[in-house]
């Protein structure tokens, strides 16, 4: 049984920074892309970054274009563990965010962490 449990996020002022984390539980494989995905309110989620390890070569990192530059992922494999360091937090960051895991049978979510950039 996969499980995500997430921790981080609250209320920032803009250009603050914060730092969400995630640990699964279960059996993962560091090739399973683990990330971050946000929803707004009366917005679509969308991803924010992923990483997964690749059998030969570096990790694969996936950022969306308005993280890039801002936010970094970073993935520990021997706790299952990913982070995600936000900086330049502006008021548009605020969302839910959740963490996401993908097997080859499905995707798992994390229940979502609140963060709210305050203007």
């Known amino acids: 049984q996969v499980q995500l449990v997430e921790s981080g996020g609250g209320l920032v002022q803009s250009g603050g920074s914060l730092r969400l984390s995630c640990r699964a539980s279960?059996?993962?494989?560091?090739?399973?892309?683990m990330g971050w995905y946000r929803q707004a309110p009366g917005k679509q989620r969308e991803l924010v970054a992923d990483?997964?390890?690749?059998?030969?070569?570096?990790?694969?990192?996936t950022y969306a274009n308005f993280a890039k530059g801002r936010f970094t992922i970073s993935r520990d494999d021997a706790t299952n563990t990913v982070a995600l360091q936000m900086d330049s937090l502006k008021p548009e960051d605020t969302a839910v965010y959740y963490c996401?895991?993908?097997?080859?049978?499905?995707?798992?979510w994390g229940q979502g962490t609140q963060v709210t950039v305050s203007s």
């Open positions: 996401n895991l993908k097997l080859p049978s499905r995707q798992h």
């Open positions: 990483v997964a390890a690749r059998i030969n070569g570096s990790p694969t990192t």
């Open positions: 279960g059996i993962i494989s560091r090739l399973n892309p």
